[in-house]
């Protein structure tokens, strides 16, 4: 997981895949625990560049929803972020 965090710290904008975002969001909540940076930044990121793309990406992917990932695995202030900066499903 570490490596895919190094990964998107060295993206810039407009070379930026919405592809590593989708994986790195979905990579962060799977497993044992959760890797926090990797998800916040990678949430952050995907807000840049079209978080609605990438909600839509996901959802056809992974056979889930973000939203319905972010709110099983994450709790109280952290949740209520991460809700805020993706936006509403559509």
Do not use: H
Not at 8 to 14: A, K, R, V, W
Not at 40 to 61: D, F, L, Q, W
Not at 65 to 90: A, C, H, M, Q, W
């Amino acid at each position: 997981m570490e490596r895919l965090s190094t990964l998107l710290m060295g993206f810039e904008l407009p070379v930026f895949n919405m592809y590593f975002v989708r994986q790195a969001i979905r990579y962060s909540i799977l497993g044992f625990g959760m890797d926090e940076d990797t998800l916040t930044r990678a949430i952050i990121s995907g807000s840049e560049i079209g978080m609605n793309k990438i909600k839509e990406e996901y959802k056809v992917r992974f056979k889930t929803t973000v939203t319905s990932d972010i709110v099983d695995d994450t709790s109280e202030y952290y949740k209520d972020l991460l809700l805020t900066l993706i936006g509403s499903e559509d």
